[in-house]
């Protein structure tokens, strides 16, 4: 199986993803989706980002990797009572099915970031988005002391080595790297735009049982804990990311999540 599938479809981020809901709502507000536009998420998972495009009137497509959450995403369209909103398997390294120039808005929030071949990633985007339409990323910062990127960092510690190759999906933090991937798929760099912007994870439960959710529902963290288990490092990962989670939420409410995480928001104009 195609490894990145396999992380996706591994436990059930959907478990995760509720605490992004309403971030997602924001973000699709500020880069102001329009009615009757059509509209890409790539690595839309169960439609954090692709579901409130939908009820702002857009016409959305959403592709994942990952068939659970692909049945996800169509799942709660159909509860919303969307018909202007589809769910599809795919990947955003090949978009082959996917005709040229036909969105007017291409989007990935922390999704095609995750994706192998980022050159690859880039030109589909652009492929598939017409001249004078906008492309949107939001991408972990490497380094960044806010929450995903921490996390990332402590469970790689416990992880074994990525295989020769392996190009980190953190470096779509870098402006650099974006730029080039980019630029290499015929952008003009000055259509190319960055802004530093804020995630928050916002939950009506504990910091422990976001942690928990996190533990045993997403992918990356799920495989540091499986690696920590066999070096007897279980409780040594757990403390790390308890501290992190606790250290980072901004809650006044011990029974409730509040964790912003820093990201770097990209436009492209196509």
Do not use: H
């Not at 959450?69 to 589809?86: M, P, Q, S, Y």
């Not at 040229?100 to 030109?123: H, L, R």
């Not at 009506?204 to 799920?222: D, Q």
Request: proline letters at 6%.
């Amino acid at each position: 199986m195609n490894p990145n599938k396999a992380l996706w479809e591994k436990g059930d981020f959907t478990r995760v993803a509720e605490s992004m809901r309403e971030s997602g709502a924001e973000l699709v507000a500020k880069i102001g989706i329009k009615e009757n536009s059509n509209v890409l998420d790539l690595g839309c998972g169960d439609g954090t980002t692709a579901i409130p495009s939908a009820k702002l009137g857009a016409n959305v497509l959403g592709v994942d990797i990952a068939r659970n959450l692909v049945e996800a995403g169509n799942l709660r369209a159909k509860k919303e009572g969307l018909v202007n909103i589809v769910f599809k398997e795919g990947d955003a390294t090949d978009l082959n099915e996917l005709k040229n120039q036909s969105y007017d808005v291409t989007m990935s929030i922390f999704g095609a970031m995750f994706a192998p071949k980022p050159f690859d990633v880039a030109k589909e985007m652009v492929r598939v988005t017409r001249p004078g339409g906008k492309i949107i990323m939001g991408n972990w910062i490497p380094g960044d002391p806010t929450l995903i990127a921490q996390i990332l960092k402590i469970s790689s510690e416990f992880t074994p080595p990525p295989p020769e190759g392996f190009v980190s999906p953190m470096l779509w933090g870098i402006e650099d790297n974006v730029i080039e991937r980019f630029t290499n798929a015929g952008v003009p760099k000055e259509n190319i735009s960055f802004e530093r912007d804020t995630f928050t994870f916002k939950a009506a439960f504990p910091p422990s049982e976001w942690l928990n959710r996190l533990k045993n529902y997403y992918g990356p963290t799920m495989n540091a804990f499986e690696a920590a288990e066999q070096n007897g490092k279980t409780s040594d990962l757990y403390a790390k990311l308890e501290g992190l989670v606790n250290s980072q939420n901004k809650s006044n409410d011990t029974n409730s999540t509040l964790i912003p995480a820093t990201y770097l928001r990209v436009t492209v104009l196509a």
